[in-house]
């Protein structure tokens, strides 16, 4: 298996993917490299900022802070103690 992922997955429609296939065998063109070439076309106008893939080298994503890590949340903050109901 490949180091680097840099092929993706889309789904389409079975009736589509029949028409693509068709299309491409009937101009001896690759269905990845003619799906790519339409998309690159019609998103000319997108920037493609950011939009670096790259493989994953780091550590495991970390499981979310404790309660007793987390900074105090607004209310908290504000003093209103939990059950006590607004007064008017």
Not at 9 to 24: D, E, F, N, T
Request: net charge positive; aromatic share 6%; hydrophobic share 35%.
């Amino acid at each position: 298996m490949a180091s680097k992922q840099t092929r993706r997955s889309i789904s389409i429609s079975g009736a589509m993917y029949v028409r693509l296939k068709a299309y491409c065998l009937e101009h001896d063109r690759s269905m990845s490299g003619f799906v790519e070439q339409v998309l690159r076309s019609s998103l000319s106008d997108v920037p493609a900022a950011g939009a670096k893939v790259v493989a994953w080298d780091g550590d495991a994503p970390r499981a979310p802070q404790s309660d007793a890590s987390r900074p105090p949340s607004l209310k908290q903050q504000r003093g209103n103690p939990q059950g006590r109901g607004f007064t008017f």
